[in-house]
């Protein structure tokens, strides 16, 4: 919303023009309301949302961020509180039930409808991040028998508590699906068709326990606005929709970011962390990548009396250490991408090592090439110097490339999460490597 509409409802909440500020919001998109309410302080934020219709308030609540629902909802009377709950939809009702203090949990699900709590209480039972836990147990079901009449009659009446009509789903007598059938073929068909005869048979379902991960895959794969979901025994449990998934990668991706910045991942938003909770998230990878980091201090000690002879190696240690670590960031990045949208498995493993050794290749030698130009014209450096510097600097990165194309396969193999062995994991052992190399060409080289 614009400032001006901001201040114009501030001017008739001002006033105590509440019927007039309630039909001008029924006007508005529910989240254009929701961002309207956000602008505003949390007294007239819990003031304003009191004023909306009941069904509106739950759409606009679904649209708030966590800390405006949860001012609302500890706002709002245990009665209030509860009518919101029941016209949530069930996933969102459990993600905001998630978050809260168990004592207002339990108080707002005593006073919700017994099919709320039902709902509620039956995707609390999934693992967390399994499908179960993110779907939703509110959509169309048809019998196979039903008329499409019948069929449209049943949509009209359970159709606004569904999360979308788009697509019907049909049920066997034991609540296995059998079929789909979409709003669409629905009011092109004659009212007297069955919906067995026109339903879609070859369903592609989630089983609850998939990981949110892989039914994001499966969206993309299939490129669905929802899908259904269904138990160990083929029965419908409820479905998932395209912006649940949203969601999900939003919350993937951030998880990644998180880990290849070697932070240990946090369901919170930055604003929301205090700072002890951030500094508990970051010490620890900087604990171990200090103490691992002390190898490269070991390494350059041990070369001491080399460098002694030649002191203008030790010039080129920053260079060749960052060019290494660089070099390897990138292949992790690009592989870990890979993998985590499917584009690269197991067996595409001995191609993308021998992709990765002629981009190393290519890119060595032309950085080498500059490297050595530099050395010459501007460092002044004698001859053997420069190839030692470049050498490594060859060397250095193919093997950060490897590294960094080896170590995210090789962990998700393990069961790890790829993104783990990003960047900043990746940086040590690459600078490591480097630096016995540098030694080891220098000694060849130079002698020493």
């Known amino acids: 919303m614009e400032k001006l509409e901001r201040q114009e409802l501030q001017e008739l909440l001002d006033a105590k023009q509440y019927t007039k500020l309630r039909q001008l919001l029924s006007e508005m998109n529910e989240a254009d309301v929701a961002a309207l309410l956000e602008e505003l302080e949390a007294e007239a934020l819990v003031k304003v949302f009191r004023i909306l219709p009941k069904d509106l308030a739950a759409d606009v609540f679904s649209y708030l961020e966590f800390e405006s629902q949860q001012l609302v909802i500890t706002s709002l009377s245990d009665r209030e509180a509860a009518n919101v709950i029941d016209n949530l939809m069930a996933d969102d009702a459990v993600d905001l039930l998630e978050e809260m203090p168990a004592n207002v949990v339990d108080k707002l699900l005593e006073n919700a409808r017994p099919d709320t709590r039902q709902a509620i209480n039956h995707l609390l039972r999934y693992p967390e991040d399994s499908a179960g836990s993110i779907m939703t147990v509110e959509y169309v079901a048809l019998k196979q028998t039903l008329t499409v009449a019948q069929a449209i009659e049943r949509i009209r009446a359970v159709g606004l508590d569904s999360e979308t009509i788009n697509i019907c789903y049909v049920l066997d007598s034991t609540r296995r699906l059998v079929g789909t059938v979409a709003l669409r073929y629905l009011l092109l068909s004659d009212a007297d068709e069955i919906i067995g005869d026109i339903m879609h048979e070859n369903v592609i379902s989630i089983n609850t326990l998939m990981d949110q991960e892989q039914v994001a895959a499966q969206f993309k794969k299939y490129d669905f606005t929802s899908m259904p979901v269904v138990d160990n ?216």
């Open 233 to 448: 025994e083929d029965r419908m449990v409820g479905i998932i929709t395209v912006d649940d998934i949203v969601d999900i990668l939003e919350e993937e991706t951030t998880e990644d970011m998180e880990k290849m910045a070697a932070i240990v991942p946090s369901d919170k938003p930055y604003m929301r962390m205090s700072v002890g909770e951030t500094y508990k998230k970051r010490i620890p990878w900087l604990l171990l990548l200090m103490v691992s980091a002390t190898f490269t201090g070991a390494i350059i000690s041990s070369f001491e009396d080399a460098l002694s002879v030649y002191a203008a190696l030790i010039a080129f240690i920053p260079m060749l250490m960052d060019t290494g670590g660089n070099a390897g960031g990138q292949a992790s990045v690009t592989v870990i991408r890979g993998l985590s949208l499917g584009e690269i498995t197991y067996r595409d493993v001995p191609k993308v090592i021998w992709k990765e050794v002629r981009v190393a290749v290519l890119c060595g030698l032309t950085l080498a090439a500059a490297n050595f130009a530099k050395l010459m014209l501007f460092d002044r450096v004698g001859v053997l110097v420069a190839l030692t510097v470049c050498l490594t600097l060859l060397v250095a990165v193919l093997m950060a490339m490897l590294v960094g194309c080896l170590l995210p396969v090789g962990a998700k193999r393990l069961g790890f999460d790829p993104a783990v062995m990003a960047s900043p994991f990746i940086t040590t052992i690459v600078d490591a490597l480097s630096l016995l190399v540098y030694f080891r060409v220098a000694t060849l080289v130079l002698g020493i």
